[in-house]
């Protein structure tokens, strides 16, 4: 569960595509301000679009760990309840997914991992990032619970694959005060900050 015998450059940042009356999902388009703006040249930044359905989201989460083996993978997420707030989730849950996803389909026993532990907790420590982080035009919170839905199913998926190597950032909808441009700029200086810490846990070990 940590950073240190990951010699990748690489880190993966997933958004979700539209769901419910959701037809552009913010999570995508502040995923995608993120990419035009980076995450400075010693990073090697993917930004990929996972669907709101749970097994395709899985099996995607599956292929970017085996195949581009990142450093870390940062998912994003659409809380439809926040106004201004971006919250950071701690861990992911294996149990308690009832609810249909986009193509109609819930877990097989509401479950993500059959074999998997209740909760898996990310190696990035979210409640030093959110007592020392600011972000121009927003609130942050700090969160244990993902919601038991798509964002929670898929960051525990990526948690279990990736040995805790994953975040999740909440992010609110898109609005006149809340652009695409002001979340870009917000996950990048979030996930600067992760990957400090991710930078200092390999310095320590070494």
């Known amino acids: 569960m940590d950073f240190v015998d990951s010699n990748s450059n690489t880190v993966v940042v997933t958004g979700f595509g539209p769901f419910r009356q959701y037809l552009v999902n913010s999570s995508w388009e502040a995923v995608k301000e993120l990419s035009k703006r980076g995450l400075g040249e010693n990073i090697d930044l993917h930004i990929i679009q996972l669907p709101v359905v749970y097994q395709k989201a899985k099996e995607q989460v599956f292929k970017i760990w085996t195949t581009l083996q990142p450093l870390l993978t940062v998912h994003v997420g659409l809380a439809s309840s926040a106004t201004a707030l971006l919250i950071l989730e701690q861990c992911g849950k294996n149990k308690g997914y009832q609810e249909l996803d986009a193509g109609g389909f819930r877990p097989e026993g509401g479950c993500c991992m059959l074999d998997g532990p209740e909760k898996i907790e990310s190696a990035i420590n979210m409640k030093t990032l959110w007592k020392n982080l600011s972000v ?40 006149t005060a809340v652009t695409a441009e002001l979340l870009g700029k917000a996950l990048q200086t979030i996930i600067s900050e992760m990957l400090k810490q991710c930078g200092e846990e390999r310095k320590m070990d070494h």
């Open 136 to 175: 121009e035009g927003m609130d942050i919170a700090f969160s244990r619970d993902a919601g038991r839905y798509i964002c929670d199913y898929t960051y525990y998926a990526s948690l279990y694959y990736g040995d805790g190597r994953a975040a999740f950032i909440h992010v609110p909808p898109l609005s």
